[in-house]
């Protein structure tokens, strides 16, 4: 009898050592994907701050527009370098708490987020009817083969 719980020990033992070196390695690829993704964010961030700022030089330095776009383009540059200054697990660790202290405002987002998302891929994904227009009611255009004379 030792020998079967001897054995059915070390199986468990080599199963729990599997276990957390299967989550150790998915949770350094979720780490290295967010650091990437944030990343990715910091460097789009950028653009945008310096195309506000391209798009105040249009404007005459003294116009609000000007101030407008300087200003917008100042705190998306301070949203960037925020970004870029955190780790990873500190964002995770302040969604987490923010979820929490609001849920319902983070699930609102989320659903928002979610459907920005799925509205920004499904126009990307070029998929068109017979006639050429696209599928999409929101889209502005009208597919003829369903208007009726």
Same mark, same amino acid.
């Given at each position: 009898?030792?020998?079967?719980?001897? !054995?059915? !020990?070390?199986?468990?033992?080599? =199963?729990?050592?599997?276990?957390?070196?299967?989550?150790? &390695?998915?949770?350094? &690829?979720?780490?290295?994907?967010?650091? @990437?993704?944030?990343?990715?964010?910091? &460097?789009?961030?950028?653009?945008?701050?310096? @195309?506000? &700022?391209?798009?105040?030089?249009?404007?005459?330095?003294? $116009?609000?527009?000007?101030?407008?776009?300087?200003?917008? /383009? @100042?705190?998306?540059?301070?949203?960037?370098?925020?970004?870029?200054?955190?780790?990873?697990?500190?964002?995770?660790?302040?969604? =987490?708490?923010?979820?929490? *202290?609001?849920?319902?405002?983070?699930?609102? /987002?989320?659903?928002?987020? /979610?459907?920005?998302? =799925? *509205?920004?891929?499904?126009?990307?994904? /070029?998929?068109?009817?017979?006639?050429?227009?696209?599928?999409?009611?929101?889209?502005?255009?009208?597919? !003829? $083969?369903?208007?009726? $004379?």
């Amino acid at each position: 009898m030792t020998d079967t719980t001897d !054995t059915l !020990t070390a199986a468990k033992q080599r =199963a729990t050592d599997l276990a957390k070196g299967a989550r150790d &390695e998915m949770v350094d &690829e979720a780490r290295t994907h967010a650091t @990437a993704a944030r990343d990715h964010t910091v &460097e789009t961030a950028e653009t945008a701050a310096q @195309a506000a &700022e391209a798009a105040s030089d249009e404007f005459g330095a003294e $116009s609000i527009q000007a101030a407008a776009l300087d200003q917008i /383009g @100042a705190q998306i540059n301070s949203v960037a370098e925020r970004l870029r200054d955190k780790p990873v697990d500190e964002m995770v660790d302040d969604v =987490a708490v923010f979820a929490r *202290r609001n849920p319902l405002l983070f699930l609102g /987002g989320a659903a928002l987020v /979610g459907f920005a998302a =799925a *509205r920004f891929f499904k126009a990307g994904d /070029g998929t068109r009817g017979a006639s050429g227009a696209t599928d999409d009611p929101w889209s502005g255009h009208l597919d !003829t $083969s369903e208007v009726r $004379s």
